[in-house]
């Protein structure tokens, strides 16, 4: 079972940025899925942006229409980190952010039931 901690939300301006990171520890696998989702208060969570590794090989990411030009998905090898940039900041994007895991590459858009594994969560506030 790998283990999730996300961090970098915060409050920030219309406009503005943030990067979310989620660092994983526990187990290792030579391919997987990493997702973005958010939920916002009273609304089910939805997705955001997910990218698949095999190794040192990236796949292409897939962004919800919402955030499309506006976030990207990467990582550092060097830190099991997988980090969220999110720029163009909107009131919308308001929401608790969560990363999901899973041990295989996924293709498409992924559902929240895809992921085993979920951290605890980072609140970002847009404000107008």
């Known amino acids: 079972q790998v283990q999730l901690v996300e961090s970098g939300g915060g409050l920030v301006q219309t406009g503005g940025s943030l990067r979310l990171s989620c660092t994983a520890s526990?187990?290792?696998?030579?391919?997987?899925?990493m997702g973005w989702f958010r939920q916002a208060p009273g609304k089910e969570r939805e997705f955001v942006a997910a990218?698949?590794?095999?190794?040192?090989?990236?796949?292409?990411?897939v962004y919800a229409d919402s955030v499309k030009d506006r976030f990207t998905v990467f990582r550092d090898n060097a830190k099991s980190t997988i980090y969220l940039q999110m720029n163009s900041l909107k009131p919308e994007d308001t929401a608790v952010y969560y990363c999901?895991?899973?041990?295989?590459?996924?293709?498409?858009?992924?559902?929240?039931?895809?992921?085993?594994?979920w951290g605890q969560g980072t609140q970002v506030t847009v404000s107008s």
């Open positions: 999901g895991a899973t041990p295989a590459v996924v293709y498409g858009i992924p559902k929240v039931s895809t992921f085993g594994s």
């Open positions: 526990g187990s290792t696998f030579s391919q997987y899925t």
């Open positions: 990218r698949a590794w095999t190794g040192a090989f990236a796949y292409n990411a």
